[in-house]
């Protein structure tokens, strides 16, 4: 609504602007009325958004928890701190394997046995005195670790320096190498070669152009051999081109950082710290469902809650609570360390669903698991979704899916229908907008009309009483 501050009754001396603004106050009643509307419609947007999203998540706990692929988690143990170890669903509960570490992966370094005067000079020619070992020829050309396949070669421009030919080894990515300049003193300089990778198959062999297979002093001399790690398994020997040996046990893989003569042992297990994680996620994902229903229903005296006692919401929550409660067969939750508190909160001891899993663990997934049947459409979060075999995670799943799913939730059809409901009431709001500014318009267009003419009556108010005043007058004195 636009400003009515630059109105004022210069002739009539009515504050027209106080008048329009009031006017426009009544005329825009049922817009304020309106803005009040879409301000609670907002709010029951949001509040059933941030339900809706904490059922999702409740969903998204309950689903990790279903399904025979729910309790697959394994674990790999080692007795050795230079030794650790980590196991997929794949690998065997209860298997292990001992072992002494009797070599670690290490990666070929070379040094050329040539020496150079000068690190910027001609690689060709810039020997350095007192060095007998010629310079190598270029270009230098890259084999295999048993020099029997030639893998690339390397060029280098005339005049290049000692830095170029590092460049030249460095900038031909595929090879896996890193070259690097030695300085033995200020007028002595070596080529150091390095393989990127390690074990023996990514060994290398540089050769000068020209240079035999058997030559007695070969251009580079090897410093550190490629070699693969190590493992003695009683008689046998495992190997690795790195540290890391993959499948050593079925879906265990294992690495190693230290040469040791002291035994070490790798076990598996199944993974129970990581079934109670993910029933704590359950407990703590219903619990913020159970707390956000809480908070935009409450229906205690001068609560201003948007759902304020709505009653499908906290029929939702009755319902969450009922079914952590629920026996699955004739067990109770509670042997699972899950309980119910007077405020209608949930608690979990992570300590008693431990100790089940150890002393009964087929009674503990029961309890905790479970699947749902999707039905013949075979959509989840359908209405023909149902519980196939019964357990918490079952349970919770098919109630928050059904609440949450993207198409066809309950919450998700109240927040869709009530997002739409806030889009025809902003474009009311909008609408009205447009209607109070031409209201205001034509009333400051009358009040001006009025004061024009107000100002026009005055002015032949004047002239006529000049004109009477001109007239003839027998008493005036003369």
């Known amino acids: 609504m636009a400003s009515t501050s630059s109105i004022s009754g210069l002739v009539s001396g009515i504050d027209t602007a106080s008048i ?17 509307q879409l301000a609670t419609a907002k709010a029951i947007a949001r509040a059933l958004r941030e339900i809706n999203t904490a059922m999702a998540t409740l969903s998204s706990a309950a689903e990790a928890l279903t399904g025979a692929s729910a309790f697959t988690g394994r674990t790999a143990s080692s007795n050795a701190k230079d030794v650790t170890a980590a196991a997929t669903i794949t690998a065997v509960p209860g298997s292990s394997v001992s072992f002494t570490v009797t070599g670690l992966a290490s990666a070929q370094t070379s040094l050329s046995t040539a020496t150079w005067s000068s690190r910027t000079g001609d690689a060709r020619t810039a020997a350095a005195t007192n060095y007998t070992d010629p310079l190598p020829e270029w270009p230098l050309t890259v084999l295999s670790a048993d020099g029997t396949k030639v893998i690339d070669t390397i060029e280098l421009p005339l005049g290049a320096s000692l830095d ?45 152009t020209g240079e035999a297979a058997d030559a007695t002093t070969p251009s580079f001399g090897t410093l550190v051999a490629a070699r693969d790690a190590e493992l003695k398994i009683g008689s046998e020997t495992a190997t690795s081109p790195t540290n890391t ?13 230290q040469v040791s003569a002291t035994p070490a042992t790798v076990t598996v297990s199944a993974d129970d710290s990581a079934i109670t994680g993910k029933v704590q996620a359950l407990v703590s994902a219903a619990g913020a469902v159970l707390s956000t229903i809480a908070k935009y229903t409450d229906s205690s005296s001068g609560s201003t809650a948007p759902l304020k006692g709505n009653a499908t919401l906290t029929g ?102 009530q997002d739409a409901r806030v889009k025809r009431m902003q474009t009311d709001v909008d609408n009205w907008d447009m209607r109070l500014e031409k209201r205001q318009q034509l009333l400051t267009s009358k009040f001006h009309a009025m004061e024009s003419a107000l100002g026009r009556l005055n002015s032949q108010s004047s002239w006529l009483s000049s004109q009477i005043n001109s007239l003839y007058n027998p008493n005036a004195k003369r």
């Open 20 to 36: 329009v603004s009031k006017l426009m106050e009544i005329e825009a009643r049922p817009q304020t009325l309106l803005k009040s």
């Open 164 to 208: 170029d030919a590092a460049a030249a080894i460095n900038n031909k990515k595929s090879l896996g190498l890193t070259a690097t300049v030695v300085r033995l003193d200020a007028d002595h300089y070596k080529l150091q070669v390095t393989s990127a990778t390690t074990g023996t198959k990514n060994g290398f062999v540089l050769r000068g």
């Open 245 to 257: 040996f993959a499948d050593l046990l079925t879906g265990v893989t294992v690495t190693v950082s």
């Open 316 to 417: 939702l929550a009755t319902r969450i609570l009922g079914q952590l409660s629920k026996a699955v067969g004739s067990t109770s939750p509670a042997a699972i360390g899950l309980q119910l508190n007077r405020d209608g909160t949930v608690k979990f001891d992570s300590a008693k669903l431990a100790a089940l899993l150890k002393a009964d663990p087929a009674t503990a997934k029961k309890i905790v698991g479970g699947a749902v049947d999707l039905g013949p459409d075979g959509l989840s979060g359908t209405a023909d979704d149902a519980v196939q075999t019964d357990g918490l995670a079952a349970r919770m799943f098919l109630l928050a899916k059904n609440a949450s799913a993207s198409a066809t939730g309950m919450i998700t059809t109240l927040a869709d229908g």
